[in-house]
């Protein structure tokens, strides 16, 4: 693609985005290798392109733009103000085999709005009219809300190391197929079942300090970073897990049906309040917020898109905190061309003082063919 | 150059298996300047240049086609070559250089002994000590591979080039990825392996490389090679056993269909060999005594060199 080609359809993506009062931004490329690391994970940390410069730091090649979007507004003025960013070029991820790992991505963020559905609502109608003008005319998008999962979990009975296990196989897509199973049978063979069981159900201070005398006697030392105390106390949770034994059949039955709710928005809506009744359980602000943004989402899409609203849609969610959603490339595309949601914490790992909402999408340009084209 | 390259580690027990382990395959490695050089020849094969070299130089060669095969670790084949089964193939394990790549923790780390609890340990750590949790390893990309098979996502590698069992113990991480051999340098660093912990059973291999340049004389060589090997190797599974009977035919017969043996070479007359299983050697004395035979000798074999080597059929077919 000659430069002039790439400078139009760059200027195409961001036209509609100027127009509604967005700022165009390109943020360094050159990013903190420190940084990109310890946000993203290791796991994309081995396809970064890494340089060192004459003083030793390490720095990257923008692997995505979601972070580096975020340091811009930091540096650039007070955390708390609004932000509202369009974007449109590369990122670098090493591929395996010869391909050369230079991509185009496009997308946005809103920063520091409050009315977090309304934000939510007018991010997913740019992401819905960028598919179209990249030739979807109909997209469907697949919705999903960690918020409201993360109510789900902390209404049900649960001990919190089976909410902690539970809400991370969500974000892994691995809840149905692997953990609840798992949990759900008694777990046998613990090596450690004769002091857990003496540990079970016994007064937690007293526990706590007996676990620590053991340690202390054995002489082992609490290297590695963790508390005496942290482990004594992970380790009175098993006591207490292994005493209490399997979840319940009814709690991974009401867990299993909550994922399958998959469909059209209202439908899926009308089943969650059913499963919600019939277990008494009230979700409180993430149920009424659920309903507020799917209201600002009608309000807000101006043309035709396929909407399913899937419960057991999860993304990472150490990255992203509520609202969810991906736009399939086309049914029989296994990766979808553009992806986002919201990430309330994210900014506060990159130094924010106090919280700043956030909410963004991005498009791979090269799985949506004739996007701004 | 249509020499066949052959590398073979440099230094350490690793070096002293490898040399032995060809000297017993009939291809004695001579080192150059007695046994300082760092080139060598095969004595009695005219065709095989030998570098010494690092293990993991070894493996890099081979990734990139420096040479033909090489002696070295499985842990470093993975680790270090990317796409590793489009750039080599392993040719055979050498039964020595054992060594368990295992991710070990802190012994006080009472509450965690599998991958599920290091998931749920590293998924808290930041919120609890404003930092990830942080793995020293030389075995990065074993690391990201195994780590995220098991779903563990939240964790930090620092790198480390030696001594890696001690960072828990100094400050500079938290848990490690290392190899082990027999345990005792864990322990003496109060580390434990978890129970699913363990990424890659490792050994010594021999390794071809895909990338080389393979001419007619370097493949001819190292069909050369891998058959002594074999040789050797079958060698010391079977031995011989020589005997006299009158219905030569019909025991011989018998003796293959019952014991797995072989009759290299034919039936006829009535001196019978057998080739068999060591550890069948005396299931079929006894059985050729019962048929009539008289004067039953055993013996140990060199070489046996069979008409298709496995090896090379498997290698050959892999090779540009």
Not at chain 1, 18 to 41: H, N, R, T
Not at chain 2, 2 to 24: C, E, T, W, Y
Not at chain 2, 248 to 276: M, Y
Request: contains cysteine; aromatic residues 6%.
């Amino acid at each position: 693609m000659s430069n002039s080609a790439n400078t139009s359809a760059r200027e195409r993506f961001l036209a509609p985005f100027l127009a509604a009062g967005y700022a165009a931004v390109d943020p360094p490329v050159l990013q903190p290798a420190e940084l990109m690391l310890d946000l993203l994970g290791e796991d994309l940390g081995r396809r970064l392109y890494l340089t060192t410069d004459a003083e030793g730091r390490e720095w990257c090649l923008r692997p995505e733009m979601t972070l580096p979007v975020c340091r811009l507004h930091l540096v650039s003025g007070s955390h708390e103000r609004l932000g509202a960013y369009a974007y449109h070029g590369a990122v670098f991820r090493q591929r395996q085999g010869a391909g050369v790992g230079e991509f185009t991505q496009a997308g946005a963020e809103l920063l520091g709005r409050q009315d977090s559905e309304q934000a939510d609502a007018e991010i997913l109608a740019f992401a819905l009219d960028v598919a179209r003008r990249g030739g979807l005319a109909c997209p469907v998008v697949r919705m999903g809300d960690a918020g409201l999962f993360r109510a789900f979990l902390g209404a049900l009975d649960l001990t919190p190391s089976w909410r902690r296990r539970l809400s991370r196989a969500f974000g892994r897509g691995q809840l149905l197929p692997h953990t609840l199973p798992e949990l759900s049978v008694q777990r046998k063979g613990l090596a450690k079942e004769g002091v857990l069981g003496a540990l079970a159900g016994a007064d937690r201070a007293g526990a706590r300090a007996l676990v620590e005398d053991l340690l202390a006697i054995g002489g082992l030392q609490a290297v590695g970073g963790r508390s005496v105390a942290e482990i004594a106390d992970r380790f009175l949770e098993q006591a207490e897990d292994a005493a209490g034994g399997a979840l319940p059949a009814a709690t991974a039955q009401a867990i299993a049906e909550y994922l399958a709710i998959s469909g059209p928005a209202d439908q899926s809506v009308a089943r969650l309040d059913a499963l919600l009744a019939s277990h008494r359980l009230d979700l409180g602000r993430a149920r009424a917020s659920l309903t507020l943004r799917l209201r600002a989402i009608e309000d807000a899409r101006n043309g035709p898109a396929d909407l399913v609203l899937d419960f057991g849609f999860g993304r990472r969610l150490d990255y992203y905190s509520g609202f969810v959603f991906e736009v399939e490339a086309e049914a029989a595309k296994a990766q979808p061309a553009i992806g986002g949601g919201r990430y309330d914490g994210l900014v506060t790992l990159l130094g924010a003082p106090t919280p700043v909402p956030a909410v963004g999408f991005s498009v791979w340009i090269d799985r949506l063919a004739g996007a701004g084209a | 150059m249509s020499h066949l390259i052959l590398a073979v580690p440099s230094k350490g027990r690793l070096q002293d298996n490898a040399m032995a382990f060809f000297a017993r395959a009939g291809l004695p490695i001579v080192q150059a300047r007695g046994g300082r050089g760092y080139v060598g020849h095969i004595k009695g094969l005219e065709g095989v240049e030998v570098l010494f070299l690092s293990a993991s130089e070894i493996a890099r060669e081979l990734a990139g086609g420096g040479a033909h095969v090489g002696v070295t670790g499985e842990d470093l084949v993975r680790e270090s070559i990317p796409d590793a089964d489009k750039r080599i193939v392993m040719v055979e394990k050498l039964g020595f250089g054992y060594a368990d790549v295992v991710v070990a923790v802190p012994e006080a780390w009472i509450d965690v002994s599998g991958m599920a609890d290091l998931d749920d340990v590293a998924a808290g750590f930041r919120a609890r000590h404003g930092r990830q949790l942080r793995i020293a390893t030389k075995y990065i990309n074993l690391t990201r591979r195994f780590f995220a098979d098991h779903g563990v996502v939240d964790y930090r590698i620092v790198e480390s080039l030696g001594a890696t069992e001690g960072a828990p113990a100094n400050g500079t991480a938290d848990a490690i990825v290392d190899i082990t051999t027999t345990g005792s340098t864990l322990a003496a660093n109060a580390l434990k392996v978890l129970a699913d912990g363990v990424i890659l059973k490792s050994q010594a291999n021999l390794v071809a490389s895909r990338q080389a340049k393979w001419t007619d004389a370097a493949r001819r060589n190292l069909r050369t090679v891998l058959d002594r090997i074999a040789a050797e190797a079958r060698a010391e599974r079977v031995r011989e056993i020589r005997f006299v009977v009158a219905d030569l035919e019909r025991v011989s017969t018998g003796a293959v269909a019952q014991f797995d043996a072989r009759a290299p070479f034919g039936s006829l007359g009535e001196k019978g060999v057998l080739h068999v299983d060591a550890s069948n050697v005396f299931a079929v004395v006894d059985w050729l005594k019962s048929e009539g035979a008289s004067t039953i000798t055993v013996q140990r074999l060199d070489y046996i060199f069979e008409p298709e080597t496995t090896s090379w059929i498997n290698v050959e077919a892999a090779l540009p």
